[in-house]
């Protein structure tokens, strides 16, 4: 097969997604699968037309990989794709609209607002963060509406740290989603469907040192404790495996996804986000879960890639 891998990109998470972009490559490069690994740039659409490749394995995060725009591109010049299509893409991006599809489906996630910053700013700061703390309490997770890798993302535990977090999270987004910070275990589960419908792989639990999972913490060595499976009773483990499957598909996602999860003391399910381009690099998560259940990095990426390439 002829791949191509897209990785880069201009986002702030370009240096992570050339990372994941260069291990995709490498990792069917080893099974036997031609592949090359370029940028999205002005140079992108010609080469499609002069060599499609039979099949293109998104490797950019951030909003040009996951925004549903780059896809929606791909479906123009009719190369197949691996991933979640532009329109599920779309929907998973923006955490506001999923999680209200997933509330809708009566699966478990925090209670939020999402507050654009010209509405933040025309309202007066102060009496909307006194009215969100009054309505969600605390703490609160503070994080961008759309972006990934915990950039912007901070854990509000007084009020008075509230206007702060605000700033720091629009320095990354227009639009700020505030949740009610939920307490427990962070879980990610990887689904992927390589042909016989999406399964749910090992439960990843992560123990980052300084208790939240930042930008560092997801791509610094020895900044987090990562266990596969998860440290979890079989009946919870069944119940998060069941939770993450349930939201991967009230999306409408499919190839592959990465839920992240919350398991609180009383065992209770809750999801956080869910990702549609999950990291690929040597500290992210569906690779670990993939090695958990046994199999071959390379090998499931050239199934889920061959898949793609037939898919009409």
Not at 242 to 254: N, T
Request: net charge negative.
């Amino acid at each position: 097969m002829n791949v191509l891998v897209l990785a880069g990109g201009l986002s702030y998470e370009r240096d992570v997604s050339l990372r994941s972009g260069r291990r995709v490559t490498d990792a069917l490069l080893g099974a036997g699968v031609e592949a090359e690994m370029r940028d999205a740039d002005v140079s992108l659409l010609p080469s499609l037309s002069a060599d499609p490749p039979e099949a293109v394995f998104i490797a950019m995060h951030g909003a040009e990989g996951e925004d549903g725009s780059l896809r929606g591109v791909l479906e123009l010049c009719d190369v197949p794709y691996v991933g979640a299509d532009a329109r599920a893409s779309r929907l998973a991006w923006d955490k506001p609209s999923a999680k209200a599809v997933l509330r809708e489906a009566g699966i478990s996630t925090p209670d939020w607002v999402a507050l654009p910053h010209d509405r933040f700013s025309e309202l007066g700061a102060i009496a909307v963060l006194d009215r969100i703390v009054r309505r969600l309490g605390l703490p609160l997770m503070v994080k961008p509406a759309q972006g990934g890798s915990g950039l912007g993302a901070t854990v509000v535990k007084d009020a008075s740290e509230l206007p702060a977090a605000m700033v720091g999270c629009f320095a990354y987004d227009q639009t700020a989603l505030i949740e009610r910070y939920a307490e427990g275990v962070d879980i990610a589960v990887s689904i992927l469907d390589t042909g016989d419908g999406p399964v749910t792989l090992p439960p990843v639990e992560i123990v980052p040192s300084n208790g939240i999972y930042d930008y560092a913490a997801r791509y610094t060595a020895g900044l987090t404790t990562w266990h596969s499976p998860a440290r979890l009773s079989p009946s919870v483990t069944s119940d998060v495996l069941k939770v993450a499957l349930a939201a991967h598909e009230a999306l409408g996602l499919r190839d592959l996804s990465r839920v992240d999860l919350i398991v609180t003391p009383d065992g209770d399910c809750t999801v956080l986000e869910v990702n549609v381009s999950p990291g690929l690099t040597e500290t992210s998560l569906l690779p670990m879960a993939i090695q958990a259940a046994g199999l071959d990095l390379g090998e499931v990426l050239a199934q889920i890639v061959r898949r793609a390439a037939v898919r009409v």
